[in-house]
């Protein structure tokens, strides 16, 4: 397997296509423009839930639980397919898997815009997951066939800006829909979309596929989903029912039998799925960790972002949603910069640089109080999406250039597993400890109150702030003051975590990531 390409030979693999009648290569921007369209509807709709769950738990009636897996039923089914359908879109077409995710997510997306309760939902969100996992590795693995070499770190850089983009866009859209419509609209807005990127895809994007595909991999299909939900679902899980409850620690064993399952038989399978021999490429596993971390710290920071702008400071959906902006802005610049040094200083030094200025933003947010003024976050948030970005460029170059291009499918599956892996990581793990900080900290506060009413309170902010109105009066300001302190206690443990995990991902970057693309054989030692 040869992952090293001719920088030179880029232009005149172009010219020699489009001297051919390749009208695909001619038209290779417009292509981008509606694989980062396809994409963006499948970011956004990962992100708008969030500024939503207030309104839901209000509107539906939704419970804790119920309101945890609206928003991750998604991720789960989305995160746990990614390889599989990755792999099979090599084999069947990928426009033709990009097509098929669009009609159902677009579906899905009218399902959920008129469920009638929290269970309804979670079913819609599920579907849109399986959609999400037909669309998203089609996009990335798309681009690989249609840029050469050369103009490919640019295309990338846009598909990748669009993704990153969508993440702060989803609550800015969400917030603006909340505010002037139902809830179910923040789902409609998906459908013309969907529906417009399904007819520019007929048009301008190109059927390609694996050019000898191999046979199916039925075991290695299976496994890869079971390993892949199962570990998202406890990670998942954790928060509410503890990481020492049998349900999660059912599902981690799972997760870890199935995957070593799958390790054992792509390894001995004489046409495997994943062919494990890729991994000798150090650009492809380091890229996916540092695309992995980077997922985690943006997925965890707007899991719990949202909460503090609408809990603690009292913002509407909407206003939370454009306090987002920021975020969307460091994404945007992020691109055009991280085409420039990549040349300059290679892959290793801006990844590793990205990885270790994000921890040192996130530590910073660790400080924030309740009282904090957001003149003094926006600037923050503005440079962790600029950190954030510079580092899902160069990472997602990395791991492509890794795959050999008849496997762009799966090196996209990979590429995305790792970033929504990270994601479900972010809500977990962040979540966790944060709602551990506000738990420990909340206790006093509710001592006083009957069993009922402290139980309520100690669930979370939400929660408690819910009660406090209930009381009013003094001892409810007193309990709404001690409920947004708590969380920002939550809140500070969680950067802080965050902050050392990115620390490490850069070291480990700058130890391992080689800077330029190199050649391994599968063969070979």
């Known amino acids: 397997m040869t992952s090293q390409h001719d920088q030179g030979g880029g232009g005149r693999r172009t010219a020699e296509l489009e001297r051919g009648g390749g009208n ?10 509606i694989l980062s369209v396809s994409l963006l509807v499948v970011i956004i709709d990962d992100t708008i839930i969030n500024v939503a769950v207030p309104t839901l738990q209000r509107e539906l009636g939704a ?12 991720v789960i089914v989305f995160a746990g397919l990614l390889l599989t359908m990755g792999a099979l879109g090599d084999r069947f077409g990928r426009k033709r898997f990009l097509q098929l995710g669009l009609g159902v997510f ?41 840029f050469p070499r050369g103009e490919r770190v640019k295309a990338i850089g846009i598909w990748t800006g669009t993704a990153s983009v969508g993440i702060p866009l989803g609550p800015i859209v969400g917030g603006w829909l909340l505010e002037h419509f139902w809830w179910g609209s923040a789902f409609l807005l998906n459908v013309p979309i ?30 890869s989903v079971v390993a892949l939900a199962s570990m998202v679902y406890g990670i998942i899980e954790a928060p509410s029912s503890g990481w020492t409850s049998e349900a999660v620690i059912g599902s981690f064993g799972l997760a870890i039998s199935a995957g070593a399952a799958f390790v054992l038989h792509e390894a001995r399978v004489r046409e495997p799925m994943l062919d494990l021999r890729l991994f000798r490429n150090p650009r492809l596993g380091r890229g996916t960790v540092a695309m992995t971390l980077a997922g985690l710290a943006i997925g965890g920071l707007a899991f719990l972002l949202t909460q503090y702008l609408q809990f603690v400071q009292g913002y509407t959906p909407l206003q939370a949603g454009l306090r987002f902006l920021p975020i969307a802005i460091g994404f945007g610049i992020a691109s055009p910069i991280t085409q420039r040094l990549v040349p300059r200083i290679g892959t290793t030094r801006t990844v590793a640089a990205a990885l270790g200025g994000g921890a040192l933003l996130l530590a910073s947010l660790s400080l924030v109080g309740p009282e904090t003024s957001y003149w003094l976050v926006g600037p923050a948030l503005l440079l962790i999406g600029l950190g954030i970005g510079a580092a899902f460029v160069p990472s997602t170059d990395a791991v492509m250039a890794a795959v050999p291009e008849a496997n762009a499918g799966l090196g996209s599956a990979i590429n995305d597993s790792g970033r929504q892996v990270g994601a479900a990581l972010g ?65 500070g443990l969680a950067m802080l975590a965050g902050a050392v995990l990115l ?23």
């Open 63 to 74: 419970s804790a639980s119920a309101l945890q897996w609206i928003v991750d039923a998604y």
């Open 24 to 33: 695909t290569y001619r038209r290779r921007w417009w292509t981008l423009a």
């Open 503 to 525: 620390a490490a991902g850069a070291f480990a970057v700058l130890r391992r990531l080689p800077s330029h693309d190199v050649t391994v054989s599968p063969g070979g030692g």
């Open 427 to 491: 809500i977990g793990i962040l979540g966790a400890l944060a709602n551990a900080g506000y738990r420990s900290r909340i206790g006093g506060a509710v001592a006083s109150l009957s069993p009922d009413l402290a139980a309520t309170a100690r669930r979370s902010v939400g929660a408690a702030l819910e009660v406090a109105a209930g009381m009013g009066g003094p001892a409810g300001e007193a309990l709404r003051r001690a409920a947004n302190a708590a969380f920002m206690d939550g809140f």
């Open 106 to 146: 677009a579906g899905a997306s009218l399902l959920g815009a008129y469920a009638s309760s929290a269970s309804q939902l979670i079913m819609a969100r599920a579907l849109m997951g399986v959609g999400g996992a037909l669309i998203m590795p089609s996009t990335l693995s798309v681009i690989t066939g249609v």
């Open 194 to 223: 969907a529906v417009a990127a399904l007819a520019g895809g007929w048009i301008l994007v190109p059927e390609s596929r694996h050019p000898a595909p191999p046979r199916p991999d039925l075991p290695g299909l299976v496994l």
